[in-house]
């Protein structure tokens, strides 16, 4: 299988808890966006990565959330001291960009459901 | 800042007819992509069709194909003979062409249509 994977799929935490989500993008793409997900609504962009690079971080990002990407290859999204505002659905997905920005189509994974309770 | 509008919650076509779904957006900028998407209740989100702003001609894959009309700002889907399968949310999405300032190139996402197909 060549797509978007991510991990764990569903996710079931007490609040105050830390969780991590592990995202493995298609092979040869060199972005990687997180973007999150709440019922009724579009995805919402949080971060992205050009290789290991952060390049951009949306207000919705904040400074319980962390995202990381060790050698532009998987990316995990970390959420320190988790709330119950923070129950969504967390989606990676990555695209083959080239450096003027120029770039190709996003491609999804399935998503991580968190559920803070 | 750009924003997509998606008007329709919900719509719901009958097996083998046509639908459309509606979907206007808002840019100052001149060269873009728009994308139509499709969330089937599994969750994951599967690109149906998409059109670069440059590009006169209309899009089109097999029974999907849009009607983008630039001057006005719109961008609908067409679906035609349409199939049990295509049940789901749809999303349109605007994603800028360049590292213009602040996008580099992340999607902005519509609030969806939810379709049912009815049998």
Same mark, same amino acid.
């Given at each position: ?31 990687l ?21 952060q390049?951009e ?8 959330? !962390? ?18 505002? %923070? ?24 998503? @991580?459901w968190?559920?803070?309770? | ?5 998606q008007?329709?919650?919900?719509? !719901? ?12 957006? %808002? ?14 209740? @599994? ?18 894959e ?18 035609? %003979? ?29 609030k969806?249509?939810?379709? @049912?197909?009815?049998?």
């Amino acid at each position: 299988d060549t797509g978007v994977s991510q991990n764990p799929r569903h996710k079931i935490t007490k609040r105050g808890q830390n969780v991590t989500f592990r995202c493995d993008p298609i092979s040869e793409h060199n972005r990687l966006y997180w973007y999150r997900q709440t019922l009724g609504q579009g995805p919402e962009f949080l971060t992205y990565f050009q290789n290991e690079a952060q390049l951009e971080k949306s207000r919705l990002l904040s400074d319980r959330f !962390s995202a990381e990407r060790p050698k532009g290859s998987f990316s995990t999204l970390e959420i320190q001291r988790t709330e119950q505002g %923070d129950s969504a659905m967390y989606l990676c997905a990555s695209s083959l960009t080239l450096p003027t920005g120029a770039g190709n189509t996003i491609y999804f994974g399935e998503g @991580s459901w968190l559920t803070v309770v | 800042a750009q924003t997509v509008t998606q008007s329709q919650p919900e719509m !719901s076509v009958q097996e083998a007819e046509t639908v459309t779904l509606s979907c206007t957006y %808002d840019t100052s900028e001149s060269d873009y992509y728009l994308f139509w998407y499709k969330q089937p209740p @599994s969750r994951q989100m599967i690109l149906v069709i998409r059109q670069e702003a440059y590009k006169q001609q209309n899009a089109t894959e097999n029974r999907f194909s849009v009607n983008f009309q630039k001057a006005a700002k719109s961008f609908s889907l067409k679906i035609s %003979d349409s199939q049990l399968g295509d049940a789901a949310m749809y999303f349109c999405a605007y994603r800028s062409f360049m590292n213009y300032g602040g996008s580099q190139g992340n999607l902005i996402f519509g609030k969806g249509t939810k379709l @049912s197909v009815k049998p």
